[in-house]
């Protein structure tokens, strides 16, 4: 059974930096693509960032570009989302997700099978 684990919210001043980590098991992640959704309230979710564990292009939110920086460790089938000169308006809850559907597309959540529980993010002014 695939489990996705985030940790690493909080909160930060605007302008300030958080790493957020997802924990992922129960799989070989290989083939999969990996992603970044996060939730507002009252908004729906939106993409943030992602990659095909396969391949070495990552895609990002224009919102969230040159600030936002997804990676991962293979050993530990880690994936972490840095965040830097965060804002208020990134203030959400964060989920990690994970897609076994290769034709999907990185950025729609629809194509997504696997989700965590969430990291509250919250960026005060």
């Known amino acids: 059974q695939v489990q996705l684990v985030e940790s690493g919210g909080g909160l930060v001043q605007a302008g300030g930096s958080l790493r957020l980590s997802c924990a992922a098991s129960?799989?070989?992640?290989?083939?999969?693509?990996m992603g970044w959704f996060r939730q507002a309230p009252g908004k729906e979710r939106e993409f943030v960032a992602a990659?095909?564990?396969?391949?070495?292009?990552?895609y990002y939110a224009d919102s969230v570009k040159g600030r936002f920086t997804i990676s991962r460790d293979n050993a530990k089938n880690t994936v972490y989302l840095q965040m830097n000169t965060l804002k208020p308006e990134d203030t959400a809850v964060y989920y990690c997700?994970?897609?076994?559907?290769?034709?999907?597309?990185?950025?729609?959540?629809?194509?997504?099978?696997?989700w965590g529980q969430g990291t509250q993010v919250t960026v005060s002014s």
């Open positions: 129960g799989r070989t992640f290989s083939s999969y693509t």
């Open positions: 990659f095909r564990w396969s391949g070495t292009d990552t």
């Open positions: 997700a994970a897609s076994s559907y290769a034709s999907a597309s990185a950025y729609y959540s629809g194509g997504y099978d696997y």
